[in-house]
């Protein structure tokens, strides 16, 4: 059975090392970006005054929204300074080169 959960956003090989890319599943916006190898999926917009999240810079694992510099851990959607705020993170998949998210699953991460 197929689960309508997990929806295609994108051709794995669109997202390069070190890439990010807005994507919009149903009409949520979701960040997808890939650090030494992983996709991470979470929200697009920041936490904060909502800025595109896609438009902030990534080192390491850790994201940095580009209007006020709040930095988010990519892996848990934790913001850095105050971890009971974070962004939601979404499982990701790939199949036969195709990027899928799990819309449903969206994660207050540990
Ligand atoms: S909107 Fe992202 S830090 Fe302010």
Same mark, same amino acid.
């Given at each position: ?12 090989? +669109?997202?390069?090392?070190?890439g990010m +890319?807005?994507?919009?599943?149903? @009409? /949520?916006?979701?960040?997808?970006? %890939?650090v030494n190898?992983?996709?991470?999926? *979470? ?12 438009? @902030? +810079? /990534?080192?390491?694992?850790?994201? !940095?929204?580009p209007c ?5 851990? /990519?892996?848990? @959607?934790?913001? *850095? ?10 499982? !990701? %998949?790939?199949?036969? @080169?195709?990027?899928?998210?799990? /819309? +449903?699953?969206? !994660?207050?991460?540990?």
């Open positions: 059975m197929v689960d309508k959960n997990w929806v295609y956003v994108l051709d794995d090989a +669109s997202l390069p090392e070190g +890319s807005p994507v919009y599943p149903k @009409g /949520i916006n979701i960040l997808l970006a %890939r190898g992983e996709v991470y999926a *979470l929200d697009g917009k920041c936490a904060h005054m909502g800025c595109p999240l896609f438009c @902030g +810079s /990534i080192v390491g694992t850790v994201l !940095t929204c006020h510099d709040w930095r988010f851990d /990519i892996k848990t @959607g934790k913001f *850095l300074d105050a971890a009971e705020l974070r962004l939601k993170v979404y499982k !990701t %998949r790939v199949e036969d @080169g195709r990027l899928f998210v799990k /819309i +449903s699953a969206a !994660t207050e991460a540990l």
